[in-house]
């Protein structure tokens, strides 16, 4: 266990840290193998997040295109 470490409501949410009960639990301290695992999963995360935003950009764009030909007020005799 870290010295002075103790898990309270201020900590990071769990999904920011895949070994946050074994850091918090007594006992020997994560080894490299196993941080390297939790930060490859991390990544992974953010990667499957990444792709899924990227997914929904094409219908954002078109609900906001389509919003704002919506909003538009019809050409004026003025205009012409």
Same mark, same amino acid.
């Given at each position: 266990?870290?010295? &002075?470490?103790?898990? %309270?409501?201020? %900590?990071?949410? $769990?999904? #920011? %840290?895949?070994?946050?009960?074994?850091?918090?639990?007594? =006992?020997?301290? @994560? &080894? @490299? +193998?196993?941080?390297?695992?939790?930060?490859?999963?991390?990544?992974? +995360?953010?990667?499957?997040? =990444?792709? +899924? $935003?990227?997914? &929904?950009?094409? %219908? !954002?764009?078109? /609900?906001?295109? #389509? !919003? !704002?030909?919506? /909003? /538009?007020?019809?050409?004026?005799?003025? !205009?012409?």
């Amino acid at each position: 266990m870290v010295e &002075g470490f103790i898990v %309270d409501e201020n %900590d990071p949410p $769990w999904d #920011t %840290d895949p070994l946050w009960y074994d850091r918090a639990e007594s =006992g020997p301290a @994560p &080894g @490299p +193998v196993l941080e390297c695992l939790a930060w490859l999963f991390l990544l992974a +995360v953010a990667v499957v997040a =990444g792709l +899924v $935003w990227l997914y &929904g950009v094409p %219908d !954002r764009l078109w /609900r906001a295109a #389509t !919003r !704002r030909f919506l /909003r /538009r007020r019809p050409a004026g005799a003025k !205009r012409f």
